[in-house]
């Protein structure tokens, strides 16, 4: 039986597990985390993005732990009302917290294939019959593929494509997210607050005793180490010092909250996704950032890697058919998250002003199509292939 490792146990990891499992592979999926990652914010999926969920048998799971968020209200210093932006442009059809997500696919492969929690992988050497693996805590392994579903850091990219620095832009943006208590009282609601430069966002949906917070600020790269919350609260802190509205409670919070999630606006872009008996899928591909539909995405393409190795006589063959269907709707969703960071926190007094300004328009009747066919075209890029006889 061909066996597959799987590099991260996040979204992309145990989607792949899932479905080549169902091809018929043996799967092991390594995590370095020593268990699986809690935490993050929201994650949102919307048109056609929903199909992987009901292929899958979890959009049940997801539909019973959504957010079912309602609008988000644009507020000035003040707290007073400027603009909304409605549910479907913030939280698609189905939004579910990034954890809670992780968990559903994580219960729905674990008797399935195995997996390694607190370990990675520290070398790849491929040979004629495979791909040798060394580990940092494990012992050494053969597998007959390797998949690098380890997200924007990933470590599968770095061992055999070369450092981070080669393949990812920053888009002049870092974003954080945390929880803190619902202190605003905000119930399947949220606010977005900004300041030129700086862009505050809070939600409360399932827990109603919680806001999840998110700040973003422009800036140029920051040199930091990306293991060191203390350092990541300090750097937050110092951004955000002199801003108003709830910014000082925010910041309090900020200081006490252990869920602190932190990490530049980037994208990755490669050339290629694989080589030799090496892939890449979600982030550790083709990261987006937030507003990329980058979830649906990730999944969407674990599906369609693991279907076109269970109907393509060789792996060379499937790669290339799998980068062939998903590359266009990861430039697509690559160019619509170049966005993001411009709308949380736009450049200038004017830039926050004009953000009210076209969402007042945005929302009137006739353009309320317009707003749906913006906000969904990534997740509607791409039709899910049928690949139920080869399952
Ligand atoms: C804890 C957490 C919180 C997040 N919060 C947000 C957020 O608030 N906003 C947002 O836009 N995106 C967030 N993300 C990213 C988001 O999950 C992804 O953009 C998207 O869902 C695609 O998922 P992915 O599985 O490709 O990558 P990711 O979700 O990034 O998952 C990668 C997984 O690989 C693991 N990993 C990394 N390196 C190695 C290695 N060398 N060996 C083994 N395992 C490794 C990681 O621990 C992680 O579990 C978060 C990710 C994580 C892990």
Redesign the pocket.
């Known amino acids: 039986m061909t066996k597959i490792l799987v590099?991260?146990?996040?979204?992309?990891?145990p989607t792949a597990a899932y479905w080549l499992h169902r091809h018929g592979f043996e799967v092991t999926v390594?995590?370095?985390?020593p268990a699986l990652?809690?935490?993050?914010?929201a994650?949102d999926f919307r048109g056609e993005q929903l199909e992987i969920l009901r292929k899958m048998g979890v959009l049940a799971d997801v539909e019973a732990r959504s957010t079912r968020m309602g609008d988000v209200t644009i507020v000035d210093g003040d707290g007073r009302y400027q603009a909304r932006v409605p549910s479907a442009v913030m939280s698609g059809e189905v939004e579910i917290p990034?954890?809670d997500l992780s968990r559903v696919l994580y219960e729905h492969t674990k008797n399935k294939v195995e997996y390694v929690f607190g370990d990675?992988?520290t070398a790849l050497t491929e040979h004629a019959g495979g791909v040798d693996v060394t580990f940092a805590k494990g012992a050494p392994r053969t597998f007959d593929l390797v998949v690098g579903?380890?997200?924007?850091?990933?470590?599968?990219r770095s061992l055999v494509f070369g450092p981070e620095r080669d393949f990812a832009t920053h888009l002049g943006y870092y974003?954080a997210?945390f929880t803190v208590p619902n202190h605003l009282r905000l119930d399947h609601a949220g606010q977005l607050y900004a300041e030129p430069g700086l862009g505050a966002m809070v939600t409360s949906a399932v827990d109603r005793d919680t806001l999840g917070a998110?700040l973003v600020f422009a800036s140029e790269p920051l040199s930091y180490d990306r293991r060191d919350t203390e350092q990541h609260k300090r750097i937050l802190a110092e951004k955000f010092r002199t801003a108003g509205w709830q910014l000082p409670i925010l910041l309090d919070g900020l200081a006490k909250t252990d869920t602190l999630?932190f990490?530049s606006l980037s994208q990755v872009r490669l050339d290629k996704w694989s080589k030799g008996r090496v892939v890449l899928?979600?982030?550790?591909a083709w990261?987006a950032?937030?507003g990329g539909g980058?979830?649906g995405l990730?999944m969407v393409g674990a599906y369609v890697l693991a279907g076109e190795l269970a109907t393509n006589s060789g792996h060379d063959q499937a790669f290339a058919a799998y980068e062939r269907i998903i590359r266009p709707s990861a430039k697509m969703g690559q160019n619509q998250a170049k966005r993001a960071g411009g709308f949380f926190a736009p450049d200038s007094a004017r830039g926050i002003r004009g953000r009210s300004r076209v969402y007042r328009v945005l929302n009137l009747k006739p353009l309320n199509g317009l707003l749906t066919w913006l906000v969904n075209r990534t997740a509607d890029s791409i039709e899910l292939p049928d690949y139920t006889r080869a399952a």
């Open positions: 590099s991260g146990a996040s979204i992309a990891g390594v995590e370095q985390a990652r809690a935490g993050g914010s994650v990034r954890g990675r992988i579903a380890d997200g924007a850091h990933s470590g599968v974003a997210y998110m999630f990490d899928v979600g982030d550790a990261s950032g937030p980058g979830t990730a």
